[in-house]
């Protein structure tokens, strides 16, 4: 007998809500060659340019050995590149690549076409809602509570890239 998911505790529904979420974006984002993780890194990249890896796992929110994992398949499918920092500093920074750009691109129209399954303004609020008041150093209080109109257009507040999941 199959249990009943009102009776799930909130872990195992949250995480399930999320894995099949993923799963129907994926299987859309097949079509250009992306993942949503992958989609999540190119745009970090694209509106913040070139960063560290370091950074760019924290922004991510992701440990630096996963996002290391994920670069090095993206680089492999030319998606982003190592760059040099500027004159006189050490180090290389990862960049997203032309090729990267035009399939993020894609993926953006993709996206166009695409109701986000089912998660209208006010679950998208809650669950911003619920990554702030529990990420590491968040008081309760401090958690923004957003208005369901101002989200989800894509032109306010949004969830900062990677928290839906790490890079994969």
Known sequence: MMQNEGDWEPVR???TA?????RQVD???RAVGLTQERVTVLRVLLVDGPMRRAELARRLRVTAQTLGTALVSMAGQGLVEEVA????KSGRLMAISERGQKLLTDAENLEQDNSTVGIGPELRAELITLIRSLEPGAKAEEAMVLRPE??????SPTVPA???AGPG
């Open 18 to 22: 999320a894995r099949l979420v993923r």
């Open 13 to 15: 529904l949250l995480s």
């Open 27 to 29: 299987n859309k984002l």
């Open 150 to 155: 101002s989200v989800g257009n894509g032109s």
């Open 162 to 164: 990677g928290e839906q």
């Open 85 to 88: 920092i500027a004159a006189g």
